[in-house]
T-cell receptor, first 115, second 116 residues
Framework: KAGVTQTPRYLIKTRGQQVTLSCSPI?????VSWYQQTPGQGLQFLFE???????NKGNFPGRFSGRQFSNSRSEMNVSTLELGDSALYLC??????????????FGEGSWLTVV | AQKVTQAQTEISVVEKEDVTLDCVYE???????LFWYKQPPSGELVFLIR??????QNEISGRYSWNFQKSTSSFNFTITASQVVDSAVYFC?????????????FGSGTRLQVQP
């Protein structure tokens, strides 16, 4: 069974640009969540999508957004990039999401560098 | 608010030594779940174990073992006879209700270095 797949793995963007990251969950998983990992703040929850609806949201500004498609694949978008957005962005999937106590499986992440 | 504390920032051991990674959690929720993940340099968080709040039975899986104690709000992880391949950052995480929503909260991680 294929794991969580994230693309691209590495990317470099310039301040002010926007970026879109993609995530394909494990087959059969309907919940997709996104996390940001930085050396200073650690792992922080961005948002969770379930059946194409945002179910939970962390404390991030509106520049961070996401969506989920009918096949459960998800994208997250960051607009007007700032240097502080440089981070590892991790996507995770589970059958029903954290609200059900499911195990959450992570992808390898997308390393974003903003210059 | 829920919180996970991993007080050990970095641990260095020599191969074949046993090592215990500490995790202390805080939550007001009565039904919660605890996890351990391993993060190698590649970045992927690898799931190791999941425990629910009703199951305090300790678990052993090969060289890995976990000690869950609700009385002290701890969920410690022990690697027996450590190997170089165990070198990674280990995260403890808690899934519990927080301000009306269930979220997964991570500790700050413990970097384990196993020297040959």
């Amino acid at each position: 069974k294929a794991g969580v797949t994230q693309t691209p793995r590495y990317l470099i963007k310039t301040r002010g640009q926007q970026v879109t990251l993609s995530c394909s969950p494990i087959s059969g998983h309907r919940s997709v969540s996104w996390y940001q990992q930085t050396p200073g703040q650690g792992l922080q929850f961005l948002f969770e999508y379930f059946s194409e609806t945002q179910r939970n949201k962390g404390n991030f500004p509106g520049r961070f957004s996401g969506r989920q498609f009918s096949n459960s694949r998800s994208e997250m978008n960051v607009s007007t990039l700032e240097l502080g957005d440089s981070a590892l962005y991790l996507c995770a999937s589970s059958p029903e999401g954290a609200s059900s106590g499911n195990t959450i499986y992570f992808g390898e992440g997308s390393w974003l560098t903003v210059v | 608010a829920q919180k996970v504390t991993q007080a050990q920032t970095e641990i260095s051991v020599v191969e074949k030594e046993d090592v215990t990674l500490d995790c202390v959690y805080e939550t007001r929720d009565t039904t919660y779940y605890l996890f351990w993940y391993k993060q190698p340099p590649s970045g992927e968080l690898v799931f190791l174990i999941r425990r629910n709040s009703f199951d305090e039975q300790n678990e052993i899986s090969g060289r890995y073992s976990w000690n869950f104690q609700k009385s002290t709000s701890s969920f410690n992880f022990t690697i027996t006879a450590s190997q170089v391949v165990d070198s990674a950052v280990y995260f403890c995480a808690l899934s519990a209700m927080d301000t009306g929503r269930r979220a997964l909260t991570f500790g700050s991680g413990t970097r384990l270095q196993v020297q040959p």
